[in-house]
């Protein structure tokens, strides 16, 4: 069974860059076919999809993230990291990370709340 867990500062000043980890343990990142993604959730709002590593190594972003937006591994760990730079309380949300097929969300994170303020 495949588990993720997130981690990383649950406080980012305005300006910073947010950086979070997910670990994987019971299956490896470099397997085919699988996406390594992160998804937030702001409060009030539905689920926002970040973007993904895949299994390659290969990244794809939100277009409306693309521009502050970096994802990448560490295969000797078997973990992936997400960098978000110059964060503003709007991106102040549920951060979690997953891994997913084509068209399908197969193992979540339990999530880490991340708050953006001074």
């Known amino acids: 069974q495949v588990q993720l867990q997130e981690s990383g500062p649950g406080l980012v000043k305005p300006s910073q860059t947010l950086s979070l980890t997910c670990t994987v343990s019971g299956g490896s990142i470099t397997t085919n076919y699988y996406y390594w993604s992160w998804i937030r959730q702001s409060p009030g709002k539905g689920l926002e999809w970040i973007g993904y590593?895949?299994?390659?190594?290969?990244?794809y972003y939100s277009p409306s993230l693309k521009s502050r937006t970096s994802i990448s591994r560490d295969r000797s760990k078997n973990r992936f990291t997400l960098q978000l730079s110059s964060v503003t309380p709007e991106d102040t949300a549920m951060y979690y990370c997953?891994?997913?097929?084509?068209?399908?969300?197969?193992?979540w994170g339990q999530g880490t709340q991340v708050t953006v303020s001074s």
């Open positions: 997953a891994r997913e097929a084509p068209w399908v969300t197969l193992d």
């Open positions: 590593i895949d299994y390659g190594g290969s990244t």
